[in-house]
């Protein structure tokens, strides 16, 4: 039985014929040892690979395949990076249900693209970062407000080599969760030291990653 109601399946089929440019490949990572929702995960992403010719899925194993773990910087599992023309640092670590899905759904769009939405502005205050940042944002799939702040990580990790942008599922990695005390959600964490909480909007997010 699958994850992803026949008609949801059919909508997001037209939304990819409608707006998918180059080829998308989701790379997914699942583990044996006590990994929640690995199996999940890994269907998601296929039933999505079946609404779109230019969607690839490719399946490793966290435990087994090192060097593909290495390659993509994959540390733990459920775990998604989503590639385009390039790796563009978007990851997904834990399953994108609930509210998340539709962020996956966008940003397979953005990356077959190769570009987003983002402001003029945005864009060119990005090029200026002179160092790597790391963004994490945490989740809940039941967290209305996360999306817009994973979508907005996630832009800017295309728009910029700089950057690597991590949804974190909360509940799934509660160590995770623990060491940077997520108490509420949507938590975002760059570069370790600067945090905040909640949806903040385009200029204010970049804000904060300039400051960081």
Known sequence: MGIIGEDDKKEIEKIFNENLADPVTLVVFVDDKACRYCEETRQICEELGETSSKITVEVYNLTKDVEAAGKYGIERAPAIAIIGKEDYGVRYYGIPAGYEFTSVVEDIIDISRGTTDLKDKTKEKLTSLDRDIHIQVFVTPSCPYCPMAVRTAHKMAIES????????????FPDLSSYYEVMAVPKIIINEDTRFEGALPEKLFLDKVLSA
């Open 161 to 172: 080599p700089r950057i690597r942008a991590d949804m974190v599922e909360a509940t799934e």
